[in-house]
T-cell receptor, first 113, second 112 residues
Framework: NAGVTQTPKFRVLKTGQSMTLLCAQD?????MYWYRQDPGMGLRLIHY???????AKGEVPDGYNVSRLKKQNFLLGLESAAPSQTSVYFC????????????FGPGTRLTVT | GQSLEQPSEVTAVEGAIVQINCTYQ??????LSWYQQHDGGAPTFLSY????GLEETGRFSSFLSRSDSYGYLLLQELQMKDSASYFC?????????????FGDGTTLTVKP
């Protein structure tokens, strides 16, 4: 099993450009999450999904959109990138009722210039 | 909302024991989780306390006291590979399923 995978691993964007980050999991998890991690800080929840076709806002959702068209995939979109969105983005997944144990992907390092 | 506080840095020597504390402010929550993250890597789950008391997993133990709004991660027989950041996390009872809050993390440096 690959677990949780993320593409791309690195990306540099110019201000105003858009992009989509892809997260895939092969563990049949219902719940999926997108976090951002800034230097020296913890993980902040951007959006999450408790099942296919459902999404919900987390702690810092502004400037991001998500979609969960298939159970195994969770996409994070940046509509118009800003330098404040420079960060490391982590995707995670878990079983329902066991969201205390989340499985994380390797992360995407995004720089917006 | 939920607020979690952890020390920013802890240093210890190889073979020693270190305790990383996590204090929280939330009206009620399901439990306290701990994650480890090596520099440049992904967070990995270490332990979860649903109930008060001590949970032991090999060299790592985690403790929770709801009455004191306090938990800790105890690492014994420290090894160089334990140098990493450690995060506590909670999901409060008044939030939607899946919505967890993480502390800012404690960077542990193990010296020879």
């Amino acid at each position: 099993n690959a677990g949780v995978t993320q593409t791309p691993k690195f990306r540099v964007l110019k201000t105003g450009q858009s992009m989509t980050l892809l997260c895939a999991q092969d563990m049949n998890h219902e719940y999926m999450y997108w976090y951002r991690q800034d230097p020296g800080m913890g993980l902040r929840l951007i959006h999450y999904s408790v099942g296919e076709g459902t999404t919900a806002k987390g702690e810092v959702p502004d400037g991001y959109n998500v979609s969960r068209l298939k159970k195994q995939n969770f996409l994070l979109g940046l509509e118009s990138a800003a330098p404040s969105q420079t960060s490391v983005y982590f995707c995670a997944s878990s079983y329902p009722g066991q969201d205390y144990e989340q499985y994380f992907g390797p992360g995407t390092r995004l720089t917006v210039t | 909302g939920q607020s979690l506080e952890q020390p920013s840095e802890v240093t210890a020597v190889e073979g020693a024991i270190v305790q990383i504390n996590c204090t929280y402010q939330t009206s009620g929550f399901y439990g306290l989780s701990w994650y480890q993250q090596h520099d440049g890597g992904a967070p990995t789950f270490l332990s979860y306390n649903a109930l008060d008391g001590l949970e032991e997993t090999g060299r790592f133990s985690s403790f929770l006291s709801r009455s004191d709004s306090y938990g800790y991660l105890l690492l014994q027989e420290l090894q160089m590979k334990d140098s990493a950041s450690y995060f506590c996390a909670v999901r409060a009872r008044n939030t939607n399923a899946g919505k967890s809050t993480f502390g800012d993390g404690t960077t542990l440096t193990v010296k020879p």
